[in-house]
């Protein structure tokens, strides 16, 4: 079993940045992808960023250049900075973790651009 608990959400206006982290607990293996997915009203969930095998790096098209995910392997935490946000980020943004047929979720984290 994999555990995960994500923080660092919260209400920020446009243009600023935040970031995200996502603890993972349990059995942990490199060879994995860990990522953050996101969910607004009435949308599908969808990619935002992940690492697979702690190496090569996926990203959502309309968050190119703007986010940036990462790992601390010592500490199985993934992170996402989050720069010039936009109000279309606003959604709950959701850990991800990865291993042959099985997938783990947290609980989700509510990111909210706004003025």
């Known amino acids: 079993q994999v555990q995960l608990v994500e923080s660092g959400g919260g209400l920020v206006q446009p243009g600023g940045s935040l970031r995200l982290s996502c603890a993972a607990s349990?059995?942990?293996?490199?060879?994995?992808?860990m990522g953050w997915y996101r969910q607004a009203p009435g949308k599908q969930r969808t990619l935002v960023a992940r690492?697979?095998?702690?190496?090569?790096?996926n990203y959502g098209d309309s968050v190119k250049g703007r986010f940036t995910i990462s790992t601390d392997n010592t500490t199985n935490t993934v992170y996402l900075q989050m720069n010039s946000l936009k109000p279309e980020d606003t959604a709950v943004y959701y850990c991800?973790?990865?291993?042959?047929?099985?997938?783990?979720w947290g609980q989700g984290t509510q990111v909210t651009v706004s003025s």
């Open positions: 991800n973790y990865r291993i042959g047929g099985l997938s783990y």
């Open positions: 349990g059995r942990i293996f490199s060879a994995s992808a």
């Open positions: 690492i697979i095998s702690g190496v090569s790096t």
